[in-house]
C-alpha cells in the first residue's frame, strides 16, 4: 500500500511540475521582437528595441507580453498573420504608428527588397512614483507644433516637430516619456534666466527616454533643420 501511494504522488508531482513550466515559458518568452533586434533602452517603464524588417525574416506566432507602440522610421512592407490564418501586407511609411496590446497574438515577417525599419517601444506594467507637479508650469504636452495620434488608457502618442524660431512655451517634465526621431536637426533649451544652452543635435533613428526628473523650468526652440520626433508619454 504504501509503495502505491508513493507512485501516485510521484506521477501528480510531475504533472504539476510539467504544466507550471510549460506556462511559464510562454508567459516569459523573451521579449524581443525579432531575433536580430537590437536592445536601445530599458528603463522603468520602458523597454525599447531597433528593429530591421529583413525580406523573409520572420517573429513565428508569439503572444505579447506587454503592450507595444511600433514607429516606423524607414519605409518597408510587413505581413501581419493572425491566429486564425488571416493575414494582411502593411506598407509603412516614416512616422506610420502601430499599437498592439498586452495579449496579442500575432505573427511579422519583412517583405520588401528594402527593409522596414522600426523603433518598438514595450510598455512595462511597474508604476513607479509619480514626478512632482509645481502649480503654475506647464506639463511638456500638449505643445506647438505637436500632434496627438492616440491615446490609450496608459499612454499618449504625440508627433512633433520642432521649427527654428517657434519657440515651445515654459514647461516641465512631468511624465516619463521616449521618443525616435524621424528626422534630424538642432534643437536647444533656454533656461528661465534666458541662457540658451548649446544646441544639441538629433538624428534620424535616434531614441531618447527621460528617466529622471528635471526641476528645472524651461523653454525648447529649432536651431538648425526641423528635427521630427514620435513620443510616447505615459500618463
Known sequence: M?????????????A?????VSILAEDHAPTAPLESAKKVQDSER????????????????????????????AEGALKIT???GSWSIEEERPGSVRYEPKGTTIEEEGVSDTPCHQAIFQLKD??????????????????????KLFETDR?????QTWKPGARI???????????????GGSIHSISDAGVASPAFTR??????NTTTFNSAPHEEEGVEGTPRAIWVEFK
Open 2 to 14: 504504501r509503495v502505491r501511494f508513493d507512485k501516485r504522488i510521484s506521477l501528480v508531482l510531475a
Open 16 to 20: 504539476l511540475l510539467f504544466i507550471p
Open 46 to 73: 520602458f523597454l525599447i528595441w531597433d528593429v530591421t524588417w529583413q525580406k523573409g525574416k520572420s517573429t513565428g506566432m508569439r503572444k505579447l507580453n506587454m503592450d507595444q507602440v511600433s514607429v516606423t522610421v
Open 82 to 84: 493572425r491566429p486564425d
Open 126 to 147: 511597474l508604476v513607479p512614483e509619480p514626478w512632482p507637479l509645481t502649480e503654475g508650469i506647464a506639463a511638456q504636452f500638449p505643445r506647438i507644433n505637436t500632434y
Open 155 to 159: 499612454i499618449v502618442v504625440w508627433d
Open 169 to 183: 512655451t515654459r514647461h516641465l517634465h512631468y511624465h516619463r516619456t521616449a521618443a525616435v526621431f524621424l528626422e
Open 203 to 208: 538624428k534620424v533613428g535616434e531614441v531618447i
